[in-house]
């Protein structure tokens, strides 16, 4: 299936993240950078080993904040390891934090030079955010991040499942519509 597209430089693609040709792959990383399941392993085990070293050196990262580190073996130039929130309910600042770690993360992108980025469904997995509200929010993060950063040619994300391409996809097209009507 070719990926959605989007004039505000957004992509939505079903696919393995870590065979993404950009710039930077933005992992759904946990606080202590130990790697873990879901994309983090998947990362980790595609990646080699030196991801994991430069994560041991930075050592952590807090909910909504993002670090970088080399690619190792995949095909990307950085790994960017950005750590969402456990959802909580929508009690905790789970919001706040979702979109602070895509702002972050494109920061990061920018200040290394990255034009091209790949993310995946953050806190979506074991973190149990749901999908339908962590669409919305990382999706206008991303687009007012775009805004802020227009070296960033191109983010995409990529999904392991049609259910949450398809809830992205409505989510992006839902910010669309809005963003046309408030012009």
Request: negative net charge; charged residues 25%; proline residues 6%.
């Amino acid at each position: 299936m070719p990926p959605a597209e989007s004039p505000l430089r957004i992509e939505l693609a079903l696919g393995d993240i870590t065979k993404e040709r950009v710039d930077a792959i933005v992992n759904a990383a946990n606080s202590g950078l130990r790697g873990g399941g879901g994309v983090d392993g998947a990362i980790h085990r595609a990646g080699g080993p030196e991801i994991m070293e430069e994560c041991r050196r930075i050592g952590h990262c807090d909910p909504g904040d993002a670090v970088i580190t080399g690619a190792g073996r995949l095909p990307a130039r950085f790994v960017i390891h950005a750590v969402g929130p456990v959802w909580e309910g929508g009690r905790d600042d789970e919001e706040l934090l979702l979109a602070s770690c895509h702002e972050r993360a494109l920061e990061l992108a920018r200040e290394h030079g990255c034009r091209t980025v790949a993310f995946p469904a953050i806190s979506t997995g074991a973190y149990g955010y749901p999908p339908e509200l962590a669409a919305r929010v990382a999706l206008r993060a991303t687009i007012e991040a775009l805004e802020r950063l227009p070296m960033i040619e191109k983010v995409r994300f990529v999904f392991v499942d049609e259910n949450l391409l398809e809830i992205y996809g409505r989510a992006l097209a839902h910010l669309k519509e809005s963003a046309e009507r408030s012009v």
